[in-house]
């Protein structure tokens, strides 16, 4: 993963791709946090809210909706995401 893009740009591509999201909100609340265990210095990139609609939620559970998202994000929670809301449009 190259940081060439802000992580909020990463996380939303990513999303698009594996979970063909048809509507989709990425938001850093990092700043909301500064002090937190799990915050980030520079104030951005740990905390993020993610709102998400996608044909794959169709007849699935509230949890394995979370868990489609979070296993598409393993490797930003692996480098530093400490917090992941989501919100299931």
């Given amino acids: 993963m190259k ?3 802000s992580v909020a740009e990463q996380i939303h591509a990513r999303l698009i ?5 048809t509507a989709l ?3 850093d609340e990092s ?3 500064a002090g937190h265990t799990g915050a980030s210095a520079s104030g951005v990139g740990s ?5 998400i609609a996608s044909p794959l939620f ?9 868990r489609l998202v979070y296993d598409s994000l393993q490797d930003f929670i ?3 995401l400490h917090a992941l809301a989501i919100e299931v449009l």
């Fill in 78 to 80: 692996d480098q530093g």
């Fill in 58 to 66: 169709t007849s699935v559970s509230r949890v394995q909706r979370h």
């Fill in 25 to 27: 909100q990425v938001i």
């Fill in 17 to 21: 791709d594996t979970l063909q999201a």
């Fill in 3 to 5: 940081l060439t893009h």
């Fill in 47 to 51: 905390h993020f809210r993610v709102k």
């Fill in 31 to 33: 700043h909301l946090h």
